[in-house]
Structure formats: C-alpha cells, structure tokens
C-alpha cells in the first residue's frame, strides 16, 4: 500500500531515512520534544501503538482508561508545564471520546495536539466500522486540524500541528491519520515549523496606542487591572508584578489568571465574577480606568454587560483581535503579547501610589470577610464547610502546591480560597466548566510537575464522571492527593434551584456509592472524614504521602457559595446573602 | 443597529474543509448566508470567498476577525453595497411553446439585456446577469408563463477601491 509520490521524490535529501508513517509519527514527537504523550489504542491507530511499543524507552505513553481522560490529563501537562500536551486515540469512538477535551482546550486556550487514527483512505466515505468525520466534528472546537491520506505528509503537518498548538493564542490541533498512510513508508527528515503565511501568531504592537495607554494610567485616579490567563500564556507574571508594584494599581483576577500574581501580594485583591470577591466586583464600576490583561471578559466575569464597569476608560492588552470590543469595548485596545506589551509600558508609567483607592478594596473586603469569610473559615457547629478543607490544604502547601479542581461549588470555594505563591499552579476548566476535567487533569499536572505536590479537588458529582482514571493513577503510580468534597448533591445546581427555582430539587440530590471502597479496589491508599475535629490531621496524612492518596470530607449538603452576581445582575450588585 | 446587507470578502490558502471551518463561523452566530461562492482570486494559489449576509455592522465585524483568526485564512474584509460592484447570475427554463406562442417574453429578453443560452423544441434557456433587483424581475415576468426551472448564482463581487491583499502577501513572502 506505498503512496509515494514524485514530489516527495524530490524533497527527498540525503540526510533521510526510510521510515513507515507510523514511525515518523513517533519520530516527530520526539523531535518536538515530546516525552509522555496520553492514549489509548484502537484498530485504526494500531501501526503507531507498535511503534510506541517500539520505542518505548524514549517516548512514555500514558494509558488513560477513557479517552475522555487523555485529553484532560494532556491538559493538566500543558497547563503546569507551558508545553504542548499530546493525546491519542482511535477512530471513531476513540475519537469522538476527545471532543470534550478539545472543546476544553479550546476555550481554555490551551495547546494540545490530539492525533487520531482514521480508516485506510479508499475507505472514507463508505461508512466503513469505526468511520467518524472527526475532521468535521473537530472543525468548530480546534484551533487548526487536518486529516493526513499520505505518508509523506507526516513531518510538515505534524511540525505545523505543535508550532500552531503553541504560538500566539495557544489552542488545540487534531491531526487525523488514515491507517494506509501509517503503513506505507516514507523517506523521513523533519525540520520544525517556524511560520505560516497565512497566520500571524502575534499581531503587530502599536508604540502610539501603548503611550495612550500608560497616558491614561498615569492621569488616573482610580485605576483597576483585571488580569487573565493571557499573563501566563506569556509567561509574563514578573511584568505583572513590576507593573502592579511601580504604579500601585489593586488587581483582580479571572478564575484562569489565578496564581499569575501571589495570592498573598498586598495589591492583590482577588477574584472577579459570579462567585468572586466582593471589593472586585462593586469596584469594577467604580474605577475611572480599568486596565483588561490578557483575559476575555467571559460573562461569568461581567455579569451584564449593559452595566459593566460603564464609567470607566477600558484598556485593553490582548494577543487576539477577536477578543477586541468582543463583549466590551476597548476604548485603547493595546494589541500583543502582553510579554512585549507590558514590559514597553512598564517603561511609560509613572511611578504612583493609590493608597486611598486601594483603602476602598479593603473596607470592602472586611465587609466580605465579616459576612462570609470569617463564617466559611472558622464555623465551629454543623458539618465541615469546604472552604475549611482548602485552608487545612493552604496550612500543609504553604501556598506551593498545584491545586486541580474540577467544575462546581468546590472549584468557586478552591478559586476563593487557595494560596499560591507560584504561577501555574491552579489547573481548573474554566470557559467550558467541564465536569470530570480535574482527576485526568491531575495525573498530567503531576507527570508535568513531579517535584510538586498536586491536589485534585473535586465534588461528588464530577468526580463520577472520569471515576474510571483511579485506573491510571494505580497503574501509573502517579502519587495525587484526591479530596472529595462530598454533599451528595450536585451542589451548584442544586444552589441555583434553591435561589432561583423555589427549591426544586430536580436530579441533584445524588446516591452514591462508598467511594473509600473504589479507592481501594485501586489500592490507592484511602481515609474518609466527618468531623471537624478530624480534618486537619487528616488533610496533614494525605498531603505528606509519598504515594496517591484519597481524601473523602463529607461536607454540609446544602451549603451556598456567596457572593455571588446573579444571572443578568450588575457585578456591582452582587449578593452577600 | 440597523441589519444591511453585507459582502464579506475572504482571501485564503486552497485548503479542503476551509468552506465548513468559515460556515461554521456563522453556524455559531445563527447567521445566515444569503449567498457564498468559492473561486480562485487574482493572486496565484490563493482562492477567494465571496458571502453576503444580512446582519448588523456590529456582527459582520465580529464575524470578520474570528474568519481571520482561522490559520489558513489569509485577510478578509467586509463591504456595504456601496462600496461593491457586484452580478449574480440567473437561469431561466421556460417551455418553448409559450415562447413561441406569446411573442412578449422575446420582449422582455431585449428590454432587460438578458440573453438566450440554448434553444431546443421543447425548452429554451435564458441567462441573466445582473443585480439581484435585476434577475427579480426578470423572473416575476417570466412566472405567469411557467418557469420550468430557475436557478440563480451566488453575488460576485470586486471591491471600487483597491484590495491590499497583493501587497499583504508580499509581505508574508519577505518575511518567511
């Protein structure tokens, strides 16, 4: 079944070896740098498992038990590491099963290459076993894709695959490879992708809009950043951190921004959004000039738009033109890679202290913390509160682990609450709000970041939605401590049916199963927790194994996560009760 | 905002699966396409889309930048009607006796420039090309004599001012 064809005869250079397709898809992994890649085999990708079989000692394939949890685990690699994570899967099933994922990682902005078996290619169309238009399926949820029909196409599409996986805004590529282009065999050299014509990762930086920008920064008199994921992306949290300290300028964070600056930093004021901090929210429609960081402004961060921080000058530093006056609009749109942005505005603003402005975040978080901090922190009666669950966590890390959580009333309380002193440290899906996202994510985030303690949290119910990836932790030995926060509902739904549908509980009150029993059916080492007086130990137990290690808190089942900013709400009408 | 129709001109690379990667684009946004066609442009190797649609300046901006997001989409632009010219092209089937027997519709063919392609004993087929308005009402003449078959292109369109794009890609070659 070769396929050579004269044009490849004449790239052809000295220096090549002959190869299947299959092989060269290894081959160019490794020349990418790839060391651990997530899959699972299946028919139409056979000749590559072979050759990972082959090449086994160089390239560690990680086996998750779904592939579902291949993408994410490739997603909590690339979050705590800044590489390209990589999944693989079969055909059909195999690949339909990464939808999810790649959905994820596209909102997310995360780089991700999936590579997927397709059917021999005199088979497409034909509705042959295990046929799926993954191409067209993928084509709104990736970033780029391309199905490959010839072996030779192996090496530029694959080095096109990572260098549009990582540059610009990063995204997920699915690559889709029919089983004869694997087979037939190739004449294999690889040389890295270094640009495309038709793409520019980077947009040009304007020097006259950077000068408005630090112009209207500096005459201000209430100044606001709100910093998103776009300061990591570009690895440019010391820019951040010199900005915020030179200027005096309070920032808040998006839920993805979060650790991008310490959460202990005195100009840090926390968290935006429906379930952010207080002083944040009310103040976003006081600030005279409010300065957007590489972030979206998702709604779950504006609320209503109608009302979003309408007195206010918006700057706005940003790597995608699409994001420009998407939801708001900029009126100094500061185009780039806040890398390069902020560190020429760094130079333009004037030194300055808000002291007075700043003093309004604090009066505001004393209101919060005597409402709802202080009650969530230190609640002597009832059942444990999550929040006291992610301050013993705080206690044993000292702000120095990766906290993964998953998509819920956990994750806001986890968001809220974490310590961090480093970047990357929160893994969490964000835009898509999956659920089942942070157990897989875990196992990446831990094979990313070895040297680092990584803590999954995670409710009742999400946690059911990938329980299945216990199997690669025990199978891997990845040592991740698991919490479950378990109220036996599905508490962020059940919250809203509570506030806003006259508490009908529809479908969320839960049944579930003894999940220390599953744990052990892994042999992963368990303890379950019901009693306030039990849980520091407990949380102390887990965080100082060496090995995975399961942590089930019974939580009060109908807890709510305040503050919050109702659907179509001001964020300055956000609710303390 | 007030909707007008909008022409949305999109340079790209020749690269299968591009035309769903850009519907998909107004998929999301429950846009609709009032017409689409797909040629090659003036540049070598490079196609051109060509999509009108109906909807607020707002939106055709928005739509434009996440087109140009897509990687092997070169630049795109959007245009008022103003600022185009543009044809679509129509075909009309009638049945030969009517035409024959009604001396009218030759009529119509001289007074409206259209122009007749084919000819048999049963059928004959006429072509115009024109603005929509144009092949509007050609074909409501023709309707009272039994349209056997009406079919009308998509708009083409060149811009009155001057397209960067040769300029564009010359760049891109200088820099790679």
């Known amino acids: ?577 | 905002m007030e909707k007008k129709n909008y022409t949305v001109s999109i340079y790209t690379e020749n690269n299968v699966g591009l035309l769903s990667r850009i519907a998909a684009i107004f998929l999301k946004r429950h846009i609709n396409i009032e017409s689409v066609t797909v040629s090659k442009s003036e540049v070598e190797g490079v196609m051109r889309f060509i999509i009108v649609v109906q909807v607020t300046e707002e939106q055709v901006q928005k739509v434009v930048k996440q087109i140009e997001k897509q990687i092997e989409v070169i630049k795109a632009f959007y245009h008022t009607d103003e600022e185009m010219i543009y044809q679509e092209t129509a075909l009309y089937k009638v049945n030969s006796e009517e035409f024959v027997e009604d001396m009218s519709i030759q009529d119509f063919i001289k007074e409206t420039n259209a122009r007749i392609v084919t000819v048999t004993q049963k059928f004959f087929v006429i072509e115009k090309t024109g603005k929509r308005s144009e092949t509007d009402s050609l074909y409501e003449k023709l309707k009272p004599y039994g349209l056997m078959q009406f079919v009308r292109s998509g708009t083409i369109a060149v811009t009155k001012n001057e397209m960067p794009i040769s300029n564009i890609l010359k760049q891109f070659d200088t820099t790679n």
């Open chain 1, 1 to 577: 079944m070769e396929v050579k064809t004269a044009s490849f005869e004449k790239l052809a250079t000295p220096a090549t070896t002959t190869v299947s397709g299959a092989e060269a898809v290894i081959k160019c992994l490794l020349e990418e740098g790839v060391e651990t890649i997530y899959g699972y085999p299946g028919g139409a990708i056979m000749p590559v498992y072979d050759e990972l079989y082959k090449y086994q000692n160089k390239i560690h394939h990680v086996l998750t038990r779904h592939e579902q949890g291949a993408t994410h685990a490739a997603q909590g690699f690339a979050r705590v590491t800044g590489k390209v994570g990589v999944a693989m899967a079969t055909s059909g099933p195999g690949a339909t099963n990464l939808v999810t994922g790649i959905a994820d990682a596209q909102i997310d902005s995360t780089p991700l290459v999936c590579i997927t078996g397709q059917v021999g290619s005199h088979l497409l169309g034909s509705d042959a076993f295990q046929e799926t238009d993954i191409v067209g399926i993928s084509t709104p949820i990736t970033k780029w894709n391309y199905q490959i029909t010839k072996a030779e196409e192996i090496p530029e599409i694959i080095a096109r695959a990572f260098y549009i996986a990582r540059s610009g805004r990063p995204g997920p590529v699915l690559i889709d490879i029919t089983k004869d282009a694997q087979f037939a065999s190739l004449e294999f050299s690889y040389k890295k992708c270094s640009g495309i014509r038709s793409y520019k990762p980077e947009p040009e930086i304007s020097m006259p809009q950077l000068e408005k920008a630090a112009e209207a920064i500096n005459s201000a008199k209430k100044p606001f950043i709100v910093f998103g994921q776009g300061v990591i992306l570009g690895a440019a949290e010391k820019l951040l951190k010199q900005l915020v300290e030179k200027t005096g300028i309070p920032a808040a964070w998006t839920i993805l921004g979060l650790s991008a600056l310490p959460t202990d930093h005195p100009l840090n004021v926390g968290m935006v959004g429906m379930h952010g901090n207080y002083a944040p929210n009310m103040l976003t429609n006081e600030c005279d000039v409010l300065i957007a960081i590489g972030m979206r402004f998702d709604d779950r961060v504006t609320g209503n738009l109608e009302k979003y921080a309408k007195q206010a000058k918006v700057i706005h530093f940003e790597i995608d033109p699409a994001e420009i006056d998407k939801n708001v609009k900029a009126d100094v749109p500061v185009l780039g890679n806040v890398k390069k942005t902020l560190a020429l505005l760094l130079e333009l603003v004037e030194g300055n202290k808000h002291e007075a402005w700043h003093q309004e975040f604090k009066d505001l978080y004393k209101i919060e913390y005597d409402k709802i901090i202080k009650n969530d922190l230190n609640a002597e009666r009832g059942k444990i509160g999550m929040a006291e669950v992610i301050d013993e966590i705080n206690t044993c890390s000292k702000g120095d682990a990766v906290i993964v959580s998953d998509v819920g009333q956990h994750q806001m309380v986890a968001c809220r609450y974490s310590k961090f002193n480093q970047t990357r440290s929160k893994v969490t899906s964000g835009g898509l709000g999956t659920m089942g996202f942070a157990l897989p994510a875990a196992i990446g985030a831990k094979m990313g970041a070895p040297n680092r303690e990584v803590v999954a949290i995670i409710g009742d119910g999400g946690y059911q939605m990938t329980i299945q990836e216990l199997g690669t932790i025990f199978q891997t030995k990845t040592p991740v401590k698991i919490v479950i926060l378990n109220n036996g509902f599905l508490g962020m739904v059940r919250q809203w049916q509570q506030l806003f549908f006259d508490k009908r509980y529809a479908s969320t009150e839960m049944v579930n199963p003894d999940f220390v029993t599953i744990a052990k059916g892994y042999h992963i080492k368990t303890n379950q927790v019901t009693e306030r007086a039990q849980l520091a130990e407990a949380v102390k137990e887990m965080m100082e194994s060496k090995e995975a290690y399961f942590l089930e808190v019974k939580v009060e089942q109908e807890e709510n996560v305040f503050p919050m900013v109702p659907t179509g709400a001001a964020v300055s009408e956000i609710l303390l009760e």
